[in-house]
């Protein structure tokens, strides 16, 4: 019994110092280890931030990049909205214009055929009222030409969508330098001269004494006189230029001019004449049909005067701005001005002497062909047949551009 009574109290006295030992270790915790350390940076990374911070050039003109393309994005969403404006202007304002002009055109018609006194002079004012309101603001109407300013702002939102693509993919591809911050810039200041936003002060003029195509782009300077002349009798067969690719490029360029261009400019001319004519016409008519509705009468020829003007005019406007007539003509100055960029993109380039500092010809002749909608083997056939006409002293009948 002692003994056991000694095995009790040894193994409590065992356990309870096991237990003190734990609550110890729970109570007193050792220090742990540091699990987490900042990550090293490998020797070749920080060799090249050091040259970045050092040289400090790319950093800067990166930063400059990306100002650029964020007032770029906002002019994107600029012209998107005010497009859209406009565009309801034209259909909101066609709509309103010649219901106006039709309901004078009833008053005027029931005012001949109705009695006399005051129902007679309420029709006679009412209708004179509505056809000067409709002549103002067919006035206003075809002044701004609204189908012609949602043209533009279209136009500029896809132009400068293409130049926020070519800053984004100019980041994510190089190195930038002062001269691409430098050209970007003058991207931007072109196209904010050739499609303004406000109304009064800035707007293009919609009815120009001639047609002039449309110029969205800076104007390169032009080369040195010696910039056309052969170099060294030799061969060229350096970055993807040779002199059958450059044969090939003036030949385009001829046939551009010859026929593209031509072609362009004399339908904006006969587009502007039509809107010329269609844009006197309207107000016109319907200051014509206002005095005839004064002097409407129990079967007087004022009253044929005023329906028939109104109606006419009704005619007129819904031709011109339902047509869209200034939009069309837009469509031709955009038109226009696409095969002159095209032109001098490739004239620049086929006067820069120095092969290397030119675009690689092969990806320069693969865009020409894509802009004008053709294959490679097409943009080819058809420089042939634009060098066989010239030495034949006939004139090809085929446009370069299968687009438009």
């Known amino acids: ?24 270790s729970i109570h007193v915790p050792k220090l742990p280890r540091l699990l987490y350390s900042a990550p090293k940076i490998p020797t070749r990374n920080l060799q090249a931030v050091e040259e970045l911070i050092l040289r400090d050039v790319p950093i800067e003109k990166n930063t400059q990049l990306y100002a650029i393309l964020e007032v770029v994005a906002d002019r994107v969403d600029m012209h998107t909205n005010i497009g859209e404006q406009r565009d309801s202007w034209n259909t909101l304002l066609l709509s309103s214009i010649n219901m106006i002009t039709l309901a004078a055109a009833t008053m005027a018609g029931v005012a001949a055929i109705g009695g006399v006194g005051m129902p007679l002079l309420a029709l006679k004012l009412s209708s004179t009222l509505l056809y000067s309101a409709a002549t103002a ?7 701004i030409q609204p189908s012609q300013l949602a043209e533009e702002q279209r136009n500029a939102g896809r132009l400068f969508r293409q130049l926020q693509s070519q800053i984004e993919a100019m980041l994510a591809l190089r190195t930038t330098t002062e001269e691409d911050v ?28 001639t047609f002039v195509p449309a110029v969205w782009w800076p104007r390169k300077k032009d080369k040195s006189n010696d910039a056309g002349k052969r170099r060294d009798g030799r061969k060229m067969e350096r970055n993807g230029w040779s002199e059958e690719l450059e044969a090939e490029m003036k030949n385009i360029v001829e046939i551009v001019k010859r026929k593209d261009i031509e072609d362009y400019v004399r339908l904006g001319n006969l587009a502007l004449k039509i809107n010329k004519i269609l844009a006197v016409a309207g107000p016109v008519l319907t200051g014509i049909a206002a005095v005839g509705s004064a002097f409407v009468g129990d ?14 005019a009704s ?26 960029l095209l032109e001098e993109s490739i004239e620049g380039e086929l006067e820069e002497k120095d092969l290397e500092k030119r675009e690689n010809g092969e990806l320069f002749e693969m865009k020409v062909a894509l802009k004008l909608g053709r294959s490679l083997s097409q943009l080819r056939k058809l420089a042939r047949k634009s060098a066989s006409t010239h030495g034949g002293g006939t004139e090809a009948d085929e446009f370069a551009s299968k687009l438009f």
């Open 182 to 209: 430098k050209r970007v810039m003058e991207k931007l200041l072109a196209l904010d001269k050739a499609y303004p936003l406000p109304l009064l002060g800035a707007m293009l003029d919609k009815f120009p004494a």
């Open 315 to 340: 005619a007129v406007t819904a031709f011109e701005h339902g047509g869209q007539v200034g939009m069309v003509f837009e469509m031709y100055r955009n038109c226009a001005g696409f095969f002159h």
């Open 1 to 24: 019994m002692a003994s056991l009574q000694a095995s009790f109290l040894l193994f409590s006295s065992s356990s309870s110092s096991k237990k003190t030992i734990i609550n110890a």
């Open 137 to 143: 603001m067919l006035l206003v109407m075809n002044k």
């Open 299 to 312: 079967g007087s020829v004022a009253a044929i005067v005023a329906v028939t003007a109104g109606a006419l």
